[in-house]
């Protein structure tokens, strides 16, 4: 007998329940959230050829698709619980399915949360994850909370899972070890969950980039009704971009995409709380500029000088059209 959606399920992703009250195999799973806190709910969907390259190694897409999830939780501080996986497949690939199992429930564990229901129907590769988290009642970090003054600062570097991506596709020329620098950015990106939850009470706003850095910071700004004035040369950034041209460093980091780095912002008198957060969840922060009550992002470069070009960056995608 050909193998079934159920034996899929059954083989790769139904393993002991440990959190949730009940997981796989019923009609819904039941977890029990706790008092006093709130259920923080996102979904994020991954389709072939537009979010992956078809090439993609199994292990990494799951990792993938589960930290492009666990990174929206990050943006709101809230602490992960649970998650579910709606999967489209073109066949019952055992093969394909218990490696891309592997590497979700790797990162799954790595985070103690675990994967209660989904659904699984053949169709065009696509993977559809829903992640629950929670977070105390009235704690989590929106975009809206952004005031004048505030220091904007964003974690780890940027532009390096671009820079990758260009590399797949023969736009950019890297050598053997710089590519396998940058290319663990693009597949195997980490979510910044343990950053988002120390800047409870820290950070007055924050966003999760996916979509690059000025298109997300304008959703920053929209919701909080603030501008910006960010200094270009101060955007973090690998030893391996920071090697590449000026155009193409600034391209990556500004309007490169799939960095899932938090960027957020807080009162100027809190760096320090700041960075003791950053220090305790491990990671590094930057602080990249500061808002403004005049509306609009200026791009600056390190003397001041503002770039010719600042919409480019968001409406204009250089690497499409090159
Ligand atoms: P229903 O018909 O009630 O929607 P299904 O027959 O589709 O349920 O699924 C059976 C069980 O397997 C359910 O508990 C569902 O949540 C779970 N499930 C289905 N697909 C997946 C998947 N890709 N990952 C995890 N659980 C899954
Ligand atoms: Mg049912």
């Known amino acids: 007998m050909p193998t079934g959606e159920f034996d899929l399920i059954q083989r790769h992703f139904r393993r002991p329940v440990r959190r949730a009250l009940l997981g796989i195999g019923d009609d819904c799973a039941l977890l029990a959230p706790r008092p006093g806190m709130q259920l923080a709910v996102s979904s994020d969907m991954l389709v072939e050829g537009r979010h992956f390259l078809s090439t993609v190694a199994p292990e990494r897409l799951g990792h993938k698709a589960l930290a492009v999830n666990l990174s929206d939780?990050?943006?709101?501080?809230?602490?992960?619980?649970?998650?579910?996986?709606?999967?489209?497949?073109?066949?019952?690939d055992e093969d394909f399915v218990g490696r891309l199992a592997q590497g979700l429930l790797a990162l799954a564990d790595a985070h103690g949360i675990e994967l209660v229901g989904g659904d699984t129907t053949a169709g065009p590769l696509t993977l559809c994850l829903t992640v629950l988290g929670e977070v105390p009642a009235g704690q989590a970090l929106l975009?809206?909370?952004?005031r004048p003054g505030d220091t904007l600062w964003v974690s780890g570097t940027l532009g390096d899972a671009r820079l990758a991506l260009e590399a797949f596709r023969g736009t950019v020329a890297l050598d053997g070890l710089d590519f396998d620098a940058v290319r663990p950015a693009m597949e195997t990106p980490q979510p910044r969950v343990a950053l988002g939850q120390a800047l409870r009470g820290v950070a007055s706003a924050a966003i999760d980039l996916s979509d690059g850095l000025v298109g997300d910071l304008g959703h920053l700004l929209a919701a909080s009704g603030v501008g910006a004035r960010l200094d270009v040369d101060a955007l973090p950034r690998s030893a391996v971009l920071a090697r590449q041209t000026t155009a193409w460093q600034r391209d990556c980091t500004l309007a490169g995409g799939d960095d899932y780095e938090l960027l957020f912002s807080a009162p100027a008198d809190r760096a320090q709380a700041v960075r003791a957060a950053a220090r305790n969840a491990g990671v590094v922060v930057t602080p990249i500029g500061e808002l403004t009550a005049e509306p609009g992002l200026r791009l600056v470069d390190r003397a001041g000088?503002?770039?010719?070009?600042?919409?480019r960056y968001a409406g204009f995608d250089h690497f499409r059209t090159a």
């Open 73 to 92: 939780l990050a943006a709101c501080g809230a602490a992960p619980l649970a998650f579910t996986l709606a999967l489209s497949l073109p066949r019952a």
């Open 143 to 146: 975009r809206s909370g952004a």
């Open 305 to 311: 000088t503002p770039l010719p070009d600042t919409a």
